[in-house]
């Protein structure tokens, strides 16, 4: 599992879609300030790999995608699945924790950069918080982003 962290944290598109974001209101000690992998960065990548992982499909699994936090820790430790989606949930709860914490204590970026950062995050956590949101047209992500969208507010 602390194998498969340190190098899956960063396999999530965040830093890129950040970086793309940032590129218009930055200067450049922002941009090396994010470089640099701060743990507001760390923890937000963080939060939505493993929200992702645990959206991953049995589907997907039989496909021969690769094995994900909850396969690693079952791995790791021998627990079942369901205690390992618990234990990867834990993880996930504690991560915001701390990617709060960050945001708190945060003095580089601009508040703009950090809004844009936690919508990113609260986005992937929305997507996968029903299974894969974003690879599988699952009903719950559908219904919501449907009613996002396209619903009226009802007043």
């Not at 879609?17 to 922002?30: A, I, K, R, W």
Request: with cysteine; hydrophobic share 35%; net charge negative.
């Amino acid at each position: 599992m602390d194998e498969y962290m340190s190098n899956a944290w960063l396999s999530v598109s965040i830093p890129l879609c950040l970086l793309h974001g940032h590129v218009f209101d930055t200067n450049g000690d922002q941009v090396q300030y994010l470089e640099s992998l701060p743990d507001i960065l760390k923890w937000a990548c963080i939060i939505v790999r493993l929200s992702d992982d645990l959206g991953t499909s049995p589907a997907e699994m039989a496909r021969g995608d690769t094995p994900k936090a909850i396969q690693c820790y079952m791995n790791d430790t021998g627990a079942s699945e369901e205690a390992a989606r618990e234990h990867v949930e834990s993880l996930v709860r504690e991560a915001w924790k701390k990617l709060n914490k960050c945001v708190m204590e945060e003095r580089t970026l601009s508040t703009a950069a950090v809004e844009r950062l936690l919508n990113l995050v609260r986005a992937g956590h929305c997507f996968y918080q029903h299974g894969d949101g974003h690879g599988v047209q699952d009903r719950e992500t559908k219904q919501l982003m449907s009613h996002l969208l396209f619903d009226p507010i009802s007043s």
